[in-house]
C-alpha cells in the first residue's frame, strides 16, 4: 500500500510550490444552508485539532457535548471494532449511530461500522462540522444521532511545509507531515503520519499475571488533497488515503490488524445553478486473534483466529441546487453499498482449531432527498427536508465446518430482503435580537444493521455473543429546542434541550450464562455469559447540553456538559432489561478548556474532563467508576517557525475503567503520558 501511495509523493514534490496569494482561498465545498440555523451545529476550528494532548482526533471530539465512543480508550490502545461514534446517549453497542464523513464521503469500516480515527491526523483538517440530531441529507441511513462532518485544510491557505515530530513516555514516536502547493489554477496537498509506542500495561497492577504485557501499537497513514479549476465556476476534487495499524491489547497473541484505503473524486460548481457530484470507493480488511488466559494469568491459549475480514464500500450522490428567490432549495440523489465477509478459525482443542467459519453480506441503499430553507419573517428561518431510501439486505451467510471433518456444524442463508424507508427533519430559527437565537426542530431516522451485526459471532474473554440476520432497523424520532447567547462576535454560550426515542435498538441481549452450549458459540464456561443481537422495543434519551465559548483577548474559555438519562424499553427475551440505562451510557459528561495565548505562536492550555459511571453490561450487573482528568499542553515558538511542545495526557495519573470482564478483571484508560515535540510551519 505505501509503494502505490509514493507516486503520489512524488508528483507533489515536483511540482512547483508557490504559497497562495493573501486573501484568496479555493472553495471545496458548497455554501452551508441557511436552514443549519435550526439545528444544533458545533464547529471545531483547526487551531482546537491540534491543540490536544494526544495529539488524537477522538479526543478532540470529546470537546462536543455528548460525543461517545463505546471504550474509554482511544486509537492507540482500544480494540478497532469497539470505536464507533455516537452522540446522546444512543450507545449501546460499539457500532457508529452516528455519520462520520471526511469530505462528504463516508469514512465507516462497511463490515463492522467502526471509525479508522488513527488514519485521521488533525493536522491535515481545517475543521470538524457536528450536527446532533438525525440527518435527512446525503447518505441518511448512518445519520441516526447525527453527523461528524471532518473536513480537509484548504492547500491554498496552508503554509507550503507543516512537519512534526514527538517522543513521549513509554517510547512513544510521532511524525507526522503535510507539504501544500499551488497547482495552476488550483492547490494540493500531501500528507502523511506514523505513529508507535510501547504502550502500557491495561491489567492494574494488583491483578495482572505473567502473561499481561504492555498493550502496543504501531500505525501509518499517508494521503493527497486536491482542488483545481478546470472551468469557470468548477473543480474537481480528488482525496486518497491509505493506512494500517497494528495493535497488541495486552496479551502476546491477543493483536488487530487493519489495513485500509479510500479515495473520492468529486465536481463542484458554484455558478448560478450550485451543484455537487461524488464518487467514492474504501476497500478495508481487519484481522483480529484472542487468546484467553488461565486463572493465574500465566497460561495464554488461543481461543479465535479472524485472519481475514475483507470489505469494500462504494458509493456516491448527486445534488443539486437551482437558483431562487427568496429561498434555498437542495435536491439530491445518492447510494451506497457495503459488502464484506468474515474468515475464521475458532475451538481451539487440543492444539487446533476444530472450525472453521465465515459470514457476510451486502447492504445496500439508493435514496433521493429534498430540502427547502427560507426567511418569511425577519430574522426567522424555517427549514423542512425529507428523503425516501430503498434499502437492501442480501447475499447474506453464516457457515461453519469441522475443520477435520469438513462436516458442516452451521449453515444459516438468510432470505433477502428490502423495504423503502421515508424520513424526514424540519426545524425553526428565530433571531430575536442579534445576540440572542431560539431554535428547535423535529427529525426522524434509521440505520441499517451492519454485515458484523447480522452475521458475525463472537466472544470477549468468557463471554460469547452471537450474530442475528433477522435484526430490523434501528429507527429514531426526536425533538429538540435550545437557545443560542451571542453577545459579542468571540463570544457564545448554548443550552439544547432533548428527547429521542429509538425504536428497534440493537442490543448484546443476555440470554444465558454458562456453563452450558449455545447456537452459533458453542460452550460457553462457568462465569462467562451467552448474549445474542436483538432489537429492544426502544432506547429513550432525553437530556441537556451546554455549551460556552468565551474569548477575551489572549484568553479563551471552552466548555460543554451533557446530561441525559437514557433507559432500555425491552419485553420478551430481553424483560430484564426494561427500565435500565443502554449499556455503556453516562448520565453525565462535561469538558472544560482553557487556553491561553500571551504572544503569537505561544500557547498553554489545561484540559478537563468528567464522565460519569456507567454500565458495562446490558444487566448492569458491573459498574464503571467515574472519571475526572487533567490534560496540558504547551507550545513555545523557538525561532524559524519551529514550536517546542510539551504534553500531558492525564496530569493527575488517574485510574480510569475502561472495562470489567467476567470475572472482575479491569481493563484501564491512558494513565499519566508525557510528550516532548517540535514542529515546523514554513
Known amino acids: ?60 471530539l470529546r470537546d462536543v457535548a455528548g460525543f461517545q465512543q463505546f471504550r474509554r480508550t482511544d486509537s492507540r490502545t482500544a480494540n478497532p471494532t469497539s470505536q464507533g461514534a455516537t452522540l446522546r446517549a444512543l ?65 491554498a491557505g496552508q503554509p507550503l511545509v507543516q512537519a512534526g515530530i514527538a517522543a513521549g513516555s513509554r517510547n512513544a514516536v510521532t511524525a507526522d507531515g503535510v507539504l501544500s502547493a499551488r497547482l495552476g489554477q488550483g492547490s494540493a496537498a500531501v500528507f502523511g503520519r506514523f505513529d508507535r509506542g510501547d504502550g502500557y500495561v491495561i491489567i492494574p497492577a494488583n491483578q495482572r499475571g505473567p502473561a499481561d504485557i504492555a498493550a502496543r501499537y504501531n500505525q501509518a497513514s499517508a494521503g493527497l488533497h486536491t482542488a483545481l479549476t478546470i472551468a469557470p465556476d468548477t473543480q474537481l476534487l480528488v482525496n486518497a488515503l491509505g493506512f494500517f495499524d497494528q495493535r497488541v491489547r495486552g496479551i502476546a497473541g491477543n493483536a488487530t490488524d487493519v489495513r485500509g484505503a479510500t479515495a473520492s473524486i468529486g465536481l463542484l460548481g458554484q455558478g448560478a445553478w450550485q451543484w455537487q457530484a461524488l464518487a467514492y470507493g474504501q476497500v478495508m480488511t481487519f484481522a483480529n486473534s484472542v487468546v484467553a488466559l488461565d486463572a493465574t494469568r500465566t497460561v495464554a491459549t488461543p481461543s479465535l483466529d479472524q485472519y481475514n ?83 437492501g439486505i442480501a447475499g447474506g451467510f453464516l457457515t461453519e465446518i469441522d475443520a477435520q471433518t469438513q462436516a458442516p456444524t452451521i ?19 428565530w433571531d430575536v435580537n442579534g445576540a440572542i437565537k431560539l431554535r428547535s426542530a423535529a427529525y426522524l431516522g434509521y440505520r441499517l444493521p451492519t454485515l458484523n451485526e447480522l452475521y458475525r459471532p463472537f466472544r470477549v474473554g468468557a463471554d460469547a455473543t452471537a450474530s442475528n440476520s433477522a435484526l430490523a432497523p434501528e429507527r429514531l424520532k426526536g425533538i429538540e429546542a435550545g437557545i443560542d447567547y451571542r453577545p459579542l462576535s468571540d463570544v457564545r454560550l448554548g443550552l439544547t434541550a432533548f428527547w429521542n426515542r429509538l425504536d428497534n435498538a440493537i442490543g448484546n441481549v443476555t440470554l444465558g450464562v454458562g456453563p452450558g452450549t449455545y447456537p452459533q458459540v458453542g460452550f460457553v464456561a462457568a462465569g462467562g455469559t451467552y448474549r445474542q443481537r436483538r432489537n429492544l ?67 498553554l492550555a489545561v484540559t478537563g474532563r468528567y464522565v460519569s459511571g456507567q454500565a458495562e453490561d446490558d444487566l448492569g450487573q458491573r459498574r464503571l467508576g467515574d472519571a475526572a482528568t487533567l490534560d496540558a499542553i504547551a507550545e513555545l515558538p523557538i525561532g524559524r517557525g519551529i514550536t517546542a511542545t510539551l504534553a500531558c495526557e492525564n496530569l493527575t495519573d488517574t485510574a480510569i475503567d475502561s472495562g470489567i470482564s467476567t470475572n472482575g478483571i479491569i481493563d484501564r484508560g491512558t494513565p499519566r503520558t508525557i510528550t516532548l515535540g517540535l514542529r515546523l510551519r514554513r
Not at 324 to 342: H, K, M, P, Q, Y
Not at 353 to 364: A, E, I, K, P
Not at 562 to 587: E, F, H, I, K, M
Open 537 to 603: 422495543d426502544a432506547i429513550v434519551a432525553q437530556g441537556l447540553e451546554a455549551e460556552a465559548h468565551v474569548g477575551l483577548g489572549a484568553v479563551r474559555l471552552d466548555a460543554s456538559w451533557a446530561y441525559t438519562r437514557a433507559r432500555v424499553r425491552a419485553s420478551g427475551l430481553a424483560a430484564a432489561l426494561d427500565g435500565l440505562a443502554p449499556a455503556q451510557t453516562p448520565t453525565h459528561q462535561g469538558s472544560i478548556t482553557l487556553g491561553w495565548m500571551p504572544y503569537a505562536g505561544a500557547r
Open 1 to 60: 500500500m505505501s509503494r502505490s501511495l509514493a507516486p503520489l509523493f512524488v508528483a507533489a514534490l515536483a511540482a512547483p510550490a508557490q504559497a497562495a496569494e493573501p486573501g484568496e482561498i479555493i472553495v471545496t465545498a458548497l455554501p452551508q444552508p441557511r436552514g443549519d440555523a435550526a439545528y444544533d451545529i458545533v464547529t471545531i476550528p483547526a487551531e482546537r485539532l491540534s491543540g490536544s494532548a494526544s495529539g488524537r482526533i477522538e479526543d478532540v
Open 411 to 429: 449453515t444459516e442463508r438468510p432470505a433477502d430482503r428490502s423495504h423503502w424507508e421515508p424520513t424526514a427533519r424540519g426545524g425553526l430559527a
Open 309 to 391: 475480514t475483507p470489505a469494500t464500500g462504494v458509493g456516491g450522490k448527486l445534488e443539486v441546487r437551482p437558483p431562487t428567490r427568496g429561498f434555498d432549495l437542495r435536491l439530491g440523489v445518492d447510494a451506497r453499498r457495503d459488502s464484506g465477509r468474515t474468515e475464521e478459525r475458532s475451538r481451539y482443542i487440543a492444539g487446533l482449531y476444530t472450525r472453521l467459519r465465515q459470514g457476510g453480506g451486502v447492504n445496500s441503499v439508493v435514496g433521493g432527498y429534498a430540502e427547502v430553507s427560507a426567511t418569511p419573517l425577519a430574522g426567522v428561518t424555517l427549514t423542512g427536508g425529507a428523503r425516501i431510501d430503498h434499502w
Open 91 to 155: 450507545g449501546g453497542n460499539a457500532s457508529s449511530r452516528a455519520l462520520v464523513l471526511l469530505d462528504g464521503a463516508p469514512v465507516a469500516d462497511p463490515f463492522a461500522g467502526y471509525i479508522p480515527w488513527f488514519a485521521l491526523a488533525p493536522e491535515r483538517l481545517g475543521a470538524v462540522r457536528v450536527t446532533r440530531g438525525a440527518g435527512a441529507g446525503a447518505f441518511g441511513t448512518g445519520a441516526l444521532a447525527g453527523t461528524i462532518e471532518l473536513l480537509s485544510a484548504d492547500p
